[in-house]
């Protein structure tokens, strides 16, 4: 049972336009959300993450989105670039018991940046 | 500063074989994950080393698995004996904190190949 979901498995998008990459949970207790991005034969690289007591977190061209009522997070980029063009996954961080640190994954999202 | 490392890259053994898997985390990081990623799914969680202590082990999938980490510097994984079901991408994490959103820094995984 899917804690975390990224129900589009690619994405594709043009050079300087938005990329916006969605995700989805059912665990009210996740204490923050985070999104890591990983390039073929790497791990995942850590990109940006926001507290479940914010609703945006902002770091350059990259923006996360949370709307806790709709237990749904999303990440602009903006502008694309083709260097973005990797797997992005979403995961949520819970802050229970003792499972403090540990990461839930989604299944990832493929972005393409086409020039 | 070196990032986390794990070795081998690569392991192809034959079903009921033993594998051992290694990581060095990043110095100084006292918290240490191990995570898979069976082809097709997420990353999932397996457990979780403060120092040399196992702080959480809710992931591992069962017995055959088994992760030290003597010393608390770097960690192995054994898997004793090996199922077809074992294969996958063997991530280790690292990092300086425990707690909930910490940045988790990733080594570049094992991809475990059982036939």
């Known amino acids: 049972d899917q804690q975390v979901k990224q129900n589009s498995p690619s994405l594709s998008v043009q050079e300087g336009r938005i990329s916006i990459l969605n995700c989805d949970y059912t665990?009210?207790?996740?204490?923050?959300f985070l999104w890591y991005k990983k390039y073929p034969a790497e791990g995942p690289t850590f990109l940006i993450s926001?507290?479940?007591?914010?609703d945006k977190n902002e770091d350059g061209r990259f923006t996360v989105f949370l709307n806790k009522s709709a237990k749904h997070l999303s990440l602009h980029i903006v502008p694309s670039q083709p260097g973005d063009s990797a797997v992005y996954f979403c995961?949520?961080?819970?802050?229970?018991?003792?499972?403090?640190?540990?990461?839930?994954f989604g299944k990832g999202t493929k972005l393409s940046v086409k020039p | 500063e070196a990032g986390v490392t794990q070795f081998p890259s690569h392991s192809v053994i034959e079903k009921g074989q033993t594998v051992t898997l290694r990581c060095d985390p990043i110095?100084?990081?006292?918290?240490l994950y191990w995570y898979r990623r069976v082809m097709g799914k997420e990353i999932k969680f397996l457990l979780h080393?403060?120092?040399?202590?196992?702080?959480?082990e809710s992931g591992m999938p069962n017995n055959r698995f088994l992760a030290e980490r003597t010393g608390g510097t770097y960690s192995t994984l054994k898997v004793q004996p090996a199922e077809l079901e074992d294969s996958g991408v063997y991530f280790c994490?690292?990092?300086?904190?425990?707690?909930?959103?910490?940045?988790?820094?990733f080594g570049p995984g094992t991809r475990l190949t059982v036939l």
């Open positions: 665990n009210s207790m996740f204490d923050y």
């Open positions: 110095s100084g990081h006292d918290n």
């Open positions: 926001i507290s479940s007591i914010k």
């Open positions: 995961a949520a961080s819970p802050n229970y018991g003792g499972s403090q640190g540990n990461l839930i």
């Open positions: 994490a690292s990092s300086q904190w425990g707690l909930a959103g910490s940045e988790q820094f």
């Open positions: 080393f403060v120092k040399e202590s196992k702080q959480d």
